[in-house]
């Protein structure tokens, strides 16, 4: 099972908006609609930002969005601010009863 | 709180074996699938494995398939993740994760235990 596809780096100024693009195949992203978004900060844990394609768990901020267009989905963050800086990873969930991660997105607030 | 504690990590030589363990509480252990996830250093995250609440359902990344065994005590709210014969490149820190329902399939994971470090070297 290849990795999702993500741009390595996406940077932005505070209060900008960012879009982080996470494109896998048919079997993953374009087939199931449990796709999930992690912010990962150095040393930490991942944490759960996104799941099911678009929905928010309590306690994450509103200015974070998901969203999912054929075998590719997005992640993105509003109003963005100098604590979004981090590591950014989508998930899908696969037709091989697996997950996939994808590669990684390393968020700069300039 | 939900809580999660990995353990068991540490340094082996390449063909040996290594028993993770990861301790929850917080929440009813038995309602939730469990997963494990690991991160070489520097790299990504990769899914490692994961169990249905009763054991019943089981999955494996190809990397790892037949050499290791993921199991479940829910009796003592603790996972496991029996490794054998391994790698250089299995290398990382694992980290254990609930699932989102009972079953592997369809789900995230949330929250994420600490980490415990494996590193495979001679």
């Known amino acids: 099972q290849s990795a999702l596809t993500q741009p390595a780096s996406v940077s932005g100024s505070p209060g900008q908006s960012i879009t982080i693009s996470c494109t896998g195949t048919?079997?993953?992203?374009?087939?199931?609609?449990?796709v999930s978004w992690y912010q990962q900060h150095p040393g930490k844990a991942p944490k759960l930002m996104i799941y099911?394609?678009?929905n928010r768990p309590s306690g994450v901020s509103d200015r974070f969005s998901g969203s999912k267009s054929g075998n590719t989905a997005s992640l993105t963050i509003s109003g963005l601010q100098a604590e979004d800086e981090a590591d950014y990873y989508c998930?899908?969930?696969?037709?091989?009863?697996?997950?996939?991660f994808g590669t990684g997105t390393k968020v700069t607030v300039l | 709180e939900v809580q999660l504690v990995d353990s068991g990590g540490g340094l082996v030589q390449p063909g040996k074996s290594l028993r993770l363990s990861c301790a929850a509480s917080?929440?009813?252990?038995?309602?939730?699938?469990m997963h494990w996830v690991r991160q070489a250093p520097g790299k990504g995250l990769e899914w490692v494995s994961g169990?249905?609440?009763?054991?019943?359902?089981?999955g494996y990344a190809d990397s790892v398939k037949g050499r290791f065994t993921i199991s479940r005590d829910n009796a003592k709210n603790s996972l496991y993740l029996q490794m054998n014969s391994l790698r250089a490149e299995d290398t990382a820190l694992y980290y254990c994760?609930?699932?989102?329902?009972?079953?592997?399939?369809?789900?995230?994971?949330?929250?994420w235990g600490q980490g415990t470090l494996v590193t495979v070297s001679s």
């Open positions: 994760a609930k699932g989102s329902n009972s079953h592997i399939a369809a789900g995230w994971f949330d929250p």
């Open positions: 917080g929440f009813t252990f038995d309602d939730y699938a």
């Open positions: 169990i249905s609440w009763n054991s019943g359902s089981i």
């Open positions: 048919s079997s993953d992203v374009g087939g199931y609609n449990y």
């Open positions: 099911d394609v678009s």
């Open positions: 998930s899908s969930y696969t037709s091989s009863i697996t997950y996939v």
